[in-house]
């Protein structure tokens, strides 16, 4: 039995620091590292538009050079402490998180702070992030699963909502994307007000919140920006058939707008998708087009809720002669969701699966750690995900028919088909 | 003698009447536990026409035996929450399944029985032929995947390397269940296999139900060493790919030696000091290699300068000598002949100069610290000591650290200079047509 304040599912609210939320989470048993995340409202939502790829150009630049270090010196620094840091970008908020051995947690916690305060955007850098850009905006369109990925959010979403894109931007945008545009993006959307830092690690609540005054109290007093989203509306029920030749695999992808996480929904809208597609292995669509259909190698779905509103994507990957058998597998595989209560057994099934992996995720500090910034950022209670089985047990069939009416496909659908539809269209190998 | 260590959970080792080695790591405090099965299988042991059977064969042990019909192994282990998966390699096969640590009779159940009683029935190896095409196909999609499969099949000519791990299309295509299931029956067995199991067990208890479970089985497996040897290289390979993509692309081999021999810890070194980190010593929080490494050879000489957007090395350990490789995607505008003689130099400097002091201690600090979180959670520990298991003992990973931490800038010099010989290399280039991007 591991003492409350031991408990890795529960996390602590401190004091917050001129509007930044922090929270303690004490690492799971044995756990011999640290992970500290930052998360700022600084998602490509909040791109301005013509700058898009701001969003994520910051991000990045965050990790590369900060305060007295320029990037190689700071890829060294932390080397040294054995700790590594990495970013996150989504349309909502951007995380930046460290994660090293528990031993050299100051030093850590002094490099995050470094990062997201005194972020350098030194120009050869900036050069460097916008090359790397460039490229994955190439990829975007060149590769059919990514490919596939954006045309949905662009069928699903009206101009100028901030879910419609992938926050790469285009070749034009990041040319006027320069030092300048990037600090005053970073200034305005790395705030203390509404933004959260969560560390998770053995010091204690009073060492971190000792830590964190010392480190993070120098965010300027300006408020944190919000994000509004428009009025959702039905979206026509389309199917984008994008031919890329040479390619093997054809990407097929089925979604429309859902539910946002703080959605009453939002438990028995979880257990539809897991039972949809979410859950590995035993769902639905998984079951039906590669256990039973053997027709492709993955066959998921996902709800992406976030706090302002959400998608939902159903997704495979299947042959150039296979794909007209699929997308017809993954409407059908919709309707009854929503048309039908899954039986009991059914939802026992994944429920209890949902509920029993939650000890999985108490392995390491970085999976436990990914719990109380999902919890936190969502302003959920520290208990959350002690009384989380409980709440999707209380889950009956029939608000799981009902939640996935409400978040998928309540507005409409899009389908998107990427890669050789035409036929195989190998690409063959030249010269050698 | 080794003098360094790394610091790891006191393991309980045995082995069978049967042949079958278990290692046991129990950590009282951890809520899951992970069972690993790792079998020295791999696509080393195929032969032009079965090519890919190994993995078909993983697909196949999750179809179910006698005890599990279909999709009941998937569903007890699911349904409390644990995770399972599969992965092939060139020189092994490993299963795994973490659970809730109160459920550990599950996996042990599983594994007992698929280890010898798999059914690999006609109807199913119809039906994941097409899922074993999709996972090629999928992997296809990617010029990184096709550039590596057409390196490996030109810088070997009779070892099995030859061939990637999913198997040729061809083979995919046309092999039958018979062939699957007689492959299953010569090398799946207690005599090929490592049994590892870690996290929140009593060591005594799981050792006497591990003897209850698996001691009955008959002791099968036929010897899985590989005859063929590689004859050595005598002048550069090349070839060039032309398909759809981003910006030229490419990967250079080169003739490397296999795990555990004397070269190890130097060539592990000019792996991290070129890459940033090496395989099994990494920084990162998965098992693969982590993020970027600015402060690599790689990164400051070609992603800096403008010429690449990614730039990496690898060496992949192996139970026979491999490649050590290089890769790098151009950045937009720059040309492959340009990118290729620009790391070619890199490569040359290196072996000319070797690394600084700087490099020799910044890359002893980096495997230092590595080691001190491989061992965090079940699934961690099950992993890495079924890896070093499975090729020797888990004082293999103690042997090679101890290496590691010896070596001197000269040796890495010297390996550098051997290794990077232009008559050793092989290299593989892919042109981006800028067709094909639909609209």
């Known amino acids: ?9 529960r996390f602590r609210y401190l004091d917050p620091l001129d509007g930044l939320r922090v929270v303690y989470q004490p690492p799971p048993p044995g756990a011999a590292s640290v992970t500290a995340t930052y998360v700022g409202p600084a998602g490509w939502g909040f791109d301005a538009p013509g700058e898009e790829g701001a969003a994520r150009l910051v991000s990045q630049l965050v990790t590369s050079a900060a305060g007295p270090y320029n990037r190689v010196e700071l890829a060294r620094r932390l080397d040294r402490a054995g700790g590594t840091l990495t970013r996150q970008c989504a349309p909502e908020s951007a995380e930046i998180t460290v994660w090293g051995p528990a031993d050299a947690w100051e030093e850590l916690l002094r490099l995050l702070s470094l990062a997201v305060l005194e ?5 050869e850098d900036v050069e460097r992030a916008r090359r790397q850009l460039v490229e994955r905006q190439l990829r975007e369109a060149a590769q059919p699963a990514q490919r596939a990925e954006r045309e949905l959010l662009r069928s699903i979403f009206p101009s100028g909502h901030p879910y419609r894109t992938t926050g790469t931007g285009s070749p034009r945008s990041l040319r006027r994307l320069g030092r ?7 200034a305005e959307h790395f705030t203390g007000e509404g933004g959260l830092l969560v560390v998770t690690g053995p010091a204690g609540p009073e060492k971190i919140r000792a830590a964190a005054r010392r480190r993070f109290s120098s965010f300027p007093r300006a408020k944190g920006p919000e994000l509004r989203l428009p009025r959702p509306r039905a979206i026509e029920p389309v199917r984008h058939t994008i031919a890329l030749a040479g390619r093997s695999q054809v990407d097929v992808r089925l979604g429309g707008p859902s539910l946002a996480r703080g959605d009453v929904r939002f438990p028995a809208a979880f257990l539809a998708n897991e039972i949809l597609g979410g859950r590995p292995l035993l769902s639905r669509l998984f079951q039906r087009v590669r256990e039973r259909g053997g027709l492709a190698y993955h066959a998921s779905s996902e709800l992406e809720a976030m706090r302002l509103g959400g998608y939902w994507v159903a997704a495979a990957g299947t042959g150039a002669d296979r794909w007209k058998k699929v997308v017809p597998m993954l409407e059908d595989e919709l309707r009854k969701l929503r048309e039908a209560s899954p039986t009991t057994a059914e939802l026992d099934l994944i429920r209890e699966s949902a509920v029993g992996e939650v000890p999985l995720s108490l392995e390491s500090t970085s999976e436990a750690h990914e719990l109380a910034v999902d919890a936190a950022y969502h302003g959920l209670p520290e208990d959350h995900w002690v009384r989380w089985p409980s709440v999707l047990r209380q889950v009956r069939p029939a608000e799981v028919r009902d939640a996935a009416r409400a978040a998928f496909g309540a507005l409409g659908a899009a389908t998107v088909v990427a890669g050789p539809v035409g036929g195989p269209g190998r690409g063959k190998p030249s010269g050698g | 003698m080794v003098r360094h260590r790394v610091h790891r959970p006191a393991t309980r080792e045995f082995s069978l009447a049967n042949g079958l080695r278990v290692v046991l790591a129990p950590q009282p405090e951890s809520p899951t536990a992970s069972v690993w099965v790792w079998y020295r299988v791999g696509s080393v042991n195929e032969h032009p026409g079965i090519t890919g059977a190994s993995h078909w064969v993983e697909h196949m042990l999750f179809q179910g035996s006698p005890r599990y019909g279909k999709g009941e192994i998937d569903r007890a282990v699911i349904r409390v929450g644990g995770e399972l998966n ?3 390699g060139t020189d092994f096969t490993a299963y795994f399944t973490t659970v809730p640590r109160e459920h550990l009779e599950i996996p042990l159940d599983i594994e ?5 009683r798999a059914l690999i029935t006609d109807t199913e190896v119809a039906r994941e032929r097409t899922v074993i095409h999709s996972e090629r196909e999928g992997n296809e999609n990617w010029p990184e995947f096709r550039v590596e499969e057409e390196l490996y099949q030109l810088a070997f000519r009779e070892h099995p390397y030859r061939w990637d791990a999913l198997g040729r299309r061809r083979d995919i295509e046309t092999m039958s269940a018979e062939q699957l299931r007689a492959y299953y029956r010569r090398f799946y067995g207690t005599r090929n296999a490592v049994l590892v199991i870690a996290g929140g067990f009593d060591g005594t208890r799981t050792a006497a139900e591990v003897r209850r479970r698996f001691g009955p089985l008959p002791p099968t497996g036929d010897d899985v060493r590989v005859r063929e040897s590689e004859p050595g290289q005598r002048g550069e390979r090349r070839a060039e790919l032309a398909g759809p993509g981003t910006t030229p692309y490419l990967q250079v081999g080169f003739r490397a030696p296999a795990l555990g021999e004397d070269a190890t810890p130097a060539t592990m070194f000019l792996d991290t000091v070129l890459g940033g980190e090496t395989r099994l010593f990494t920084t990162g929080s998965g098992w693969g290699r982590s993020a970027e490494h600015p402060s690599s050879r790689l990164y400051r000489g070609l992603v800096d300068t403008g010429i690449a957007v990614r730039a990496t090395s690898e060496w992949p350990p192996r139970v026979y000598p491999g490649l050590f490789t290089v890769q790098a995607q151009a950045a937009a505008g720059v040309s492959l002949d ?7 130099r890199l490569l040359d400097r290196l072996a000319r100069d070797g690394p600084t002091a700087q490099e020799m201690a910044e890359s002893r600090t980096k495997m230092r610290r590595a080691t ?15 890896y070093f ?5 888990p004082r293999l990973e103690d042997e090679i650290f101890d290496g590691l931490l010896r070596v001197t800038a000269r040796e890495v010099r010297d390996r550098a200079a051997q290794l990077f010989a232009a008559d050793q290399r092989t290299v593989v280039r892919y042109r981006p047509t800028g067709e094909g991007n639909g609209s």
């Open chain 2, 338 to 344: 340009r990118l290729e003689s620009a790391l070619l």
């Open chain 1, 1 to 9: 039995m591991v003492a409350e304040s031991h408990d890795p599912l």
């Open chain 2, 389 to 393: 298991s499975v090729l020797k003992s």
């Open chain 2, 86 to 88: 599969a992965f092939t």
């Open chain 2, 372 to 386: 001190l979180l491989a061992y965090e959670g079940a699934s961690r520990t099950g992993f890495r000591l079924g």
């Open chain 1, 119 to 123: 972020p350098r955007f030194d120009p």
């Open chain 2, 112 to 116: 007992s029985d698929r280890m010898t």
């Open chain 1, 180 to 186: 300048a545009r990037l600090a005053r993006f970073h």
